[in-house]
């Protein structure tokens, strides 16, 4: 599939520079349960995440101490996930049945 790599810096100040590239992943492992694989964003999210392909059973955001701050259930393609209002701003892991991926969250 195609890929965007994200890189992002951090001031101090509260002020980010980022900046991405995109890779397209061909012939490698691919097989009829492709269709299963998800993609979960935006990223960075301003509070919303959204991903596209098969319902999900159970998400979990958890922070950097591996802590379970929001989840959600039966999460269908397209529909957005709200996440908590007092949120920090940082990273945070979504796991997914039997993956997970990497989200940044700015306010």
């Known amino acids: 599939g195609s890929y965007t790599a994200w890189v992002y810096a951090y001031r ?3 002020s980010v520079d980022s900046a991405s590239i995109t890779i397209v992943v061909s012939g490698i492992g691919l097989s009829r349960n492709s269709q ?3 993609w ?6 301003r509070g919303t995440l959204v991903h596209h392909g098969a319902s999900i059973a159970r998400v979990q955001l ?16 397209e529909k957005l996930w709200l996440l908590p209002e007092g949120l920090a701003n940082g ?3 979504v796991r997914y049945e ?4 990497r989200i ?4």
């Open 104 to 107: 940044h969250v700015l306010r």
């Open 62 to 77: 958890m922070n950097i101490q591996g802590q379970v701050v929001a989840e959600v259930y039966d999460w269908p393609a």
């Open 36 to 38: 299963n694989l998800r």
């Open 40 to 45: 979960i964003g935006p990223n960075p999210s």
């Open 91 to 93: 990273a945070y892991v």
């Open 12 to 14: 101090t100040c509260g």
């Open 98 to 101: 039997y993956s997970h991926q």
